[in-house]
């Protein structure tokens, strides 16, 4: 669904961000885009959706070339930035005026979602709105087009402690096999049960893509006491429950990603866990 | 590809006026209510210089969206192709902002006439009313071209959109008196010819037998503006096509 290939991106011609980016997604998937400011995180959906242009390399959304904004890609993603622009419209008025140009977009989903995060008053002028409430009625409108793509900029930014479990909730309701979700964020905890697929961008490239499924068959975390041999350990922090570790899963334990943990072990040791996920 | 839909079209439009119905309503009250003024005091120029500028911040901000980034970003994702986008905004600017403003103006002009006639107790006349309305498509034209300058600048220059295009205008203007002016002079025999330029449309003096210009001034001055008018317009729609956030 989304293909990236080769891709050279800079914002001034001697530093590039991305040389040789390659992404390749498919749909059905939520995938949390992870990496360090700075790293590109938002410049990679900007490239997908269409708004940056690849100084080489191709990219293919759909079959097509995003940087052509042809309304049929165009009408199947819906990027959520994270500094939105809100017209002077009531919320009612919000979704009159945007709806139609999806033609997927349910004004009852719409209702549904506004209600579940307590929006009620749609007589109220959006752009009046709290950065949070703000927040959820785009949030709201995203999933109501029910576009294919749905790309996500630091989602659960300025959303309130209820909000957040309420945004995992919708969205894992509306996510379905032709739908493909990236959710950029540094908020990994807040997005843990939702994510099923991590990308983690470092250095202006892609240096791991995988399923949950496959992390945790290859990658085992857990909390060990301070004696563990350390030999064994991909990475490892202080917390006050103990040490937490990362290991190889060499004897096939069970255990539930920590997204943050991987990020940290990926970063620190590259090259280890690239050679245990390509074995 | 589809290109071109009447269905987005019409999206595009509907949204435009339910956002900016209000602010355009109360551009189109200042100008009734001046305009209101000067057919009170039967003289039309302020009024005149008002619809001019606001005919020009309205050109101007067409696309001073891209100056910030989320409302770019916000325009570009808009399900349209761009040249949706570029027709939608050239019937607003030159359809329906100017003939708005225009009916304001009329409007504004025969009230103003209306009143005074009441408190002074005069019967009313259409003189003023006609003199202040008497336009012919030559008056827009350097006006519309301005305009097209306006909406190219605030899509080409992403830092001091304003000063930059104020700039280029005045630069493009002063190119355009100097080719008219060589014109004048070389198409006339009589090189010492005076004469008078009025928002780029000359006026010569000559005798009709050895003017080449006073025949053929006002075709070549149609001709020259629409060109440009619409050879910024294609520029406005490539730059659009082109522009990233």
Same mark, same amino acid.
């Given at each position: 669904m989304i293909n990236l290939t080769n891709i050279h991106f800079g914002y001034s011609k001697k530093r590039m961000l991305f040389s040789e980016l390659n992404l390749n997604l498919t749909p059905g998937h939520i995938y949390g885009l992870l990496g360090k400011n700075g790293a590109g995180k938002t410049t990679l959906l900007k490239i997908i959706s269409g708004l940056l242009f690849s100084q080489n390399g191709t990219s293919n959304v759909m079959g097509k070339r995003?940087? +052509?904004? @042809?309304p049929d890609i165009l009408k199947e993603i819906y990027f959520l930035p994270e500094e939105m622009y809100i017209p002077h419209l009531k919320i009612r008025n919000y979704a009159k005026v945007y /709806?139609?140009?999806?033609? /997927?977009?349910s004004m009852e989903e719409f209702n549904k979602y506004l209600d579940e995060f307590e929006v009620n008053d749609r007589e109220q002028y959006a752009d009046k709105l709290s950065h949070g409430q703000q927040k959820k009625l785009l949030i709201s409108f995203a999933l109501a087009t029910n576009t294919r793509i749905l790309l996500l900029d630091e989602p659960t930014n300025g959303l309130d402690i209820p909000s957040k479990s309420i945004f995992r909730r919708v969205m894992a309701s509306s996510t379905n096999e032709d739908r493909l979700v990236i959710i950029s964020t540094h908020q990994v905890r807040d997005l843990h049960s939702l994510i099923d697929s991590v990308i983690i961008l470092d250095n202006g490239e892609i240096i791991f893509n995988q399923p949950s499924e496959i992390i945790t068959e290859k990658l085992v975390f857990k909390v060990e006491d301070n @004696?563990? @041999? +350390?030999? /064994?350990?991909l990475y490892s922090e202080d917390n006050v429950r103990g040490l937490l570790v990362v290991k190889e899963n060499s004897e096939h334990l069970e255990s539930k990603l920590d997204i943050e943990l991987l990020f940290n072990a990926i970063v620190a040791n590259k090259k280890r866990i690239k050679e245990i996920f390509e074995s | 590809m589809s290109t071109i839909s009447l269905n987005r079209i019409q999206y595009l439009f509907s949204k435009y006026f339910i956002e900016n119905w209000k602010r355009d309503l109360s551009n189109f009250l200042i100008l009734f209510i001046i305009a209101g003024f000067s057919g009170y005091q039967h003289d039309a120029s302020l009024s005149l210089i008002i619809f001019v500028i606001l005919a020009f911040m309205y050109a101007g901000r067409v696309f001073g969206m891209f100056s910030y980034k989320p409302k770019g970003m916000n325009y570009l994702l808009i399900p349209a192709s761009t040249a949706e986008k570029t027709i939608v905004n050239l019937i607003l600017v030159n359809v329906y902002y100017l003939a708005a403003l225009l009916f304001s103006y009329m409007l504004g002009v025969i009230f103003g006439n209306l009143l005074y006639s009441f408190v002074h107790n005069y019967s009313f006349t259409w003189d003023f009313v006609k003199q202040a309305i008497s336009f012919d498509y030559t008056t827009f034209l350097p006006l519309l071209l301005c305009e097209s300058m306006l909406i190219f600048g605030s899509i080409y220059f992403k830092r001091k959109a304003v000063i930059k295009t104020f700039l280029f205008l005045f630069c493009f203007g002063l190119l355009i008196m100097i080719v008219d002016s060589s014109l004048v002079y070389f198409l006339t025999?009589?090189?010492?010819i005076p004469f008078s330029t009025s928002n780029l449309y000359m006026e010569t003096s000559v005798t009709a037998e050895n003017s080449f210009f006073n025949q053929y001034g006002t075709l070549l001055f149609t001709v020259s503006s629409i060109f440009f008018i619409l050879f910024f317009w294609v520029l406005s729609f490539l730059r659009l096509k082109e522009t990233e956030v």
């Open positions: 995003p940087e +052509l904004r @042809d /709806s139609p140009f999806y033609p /997927s977009f @004696d563990v @041999d +350390l030999k /064994s350990v | 025999e009589n090189h010492s």
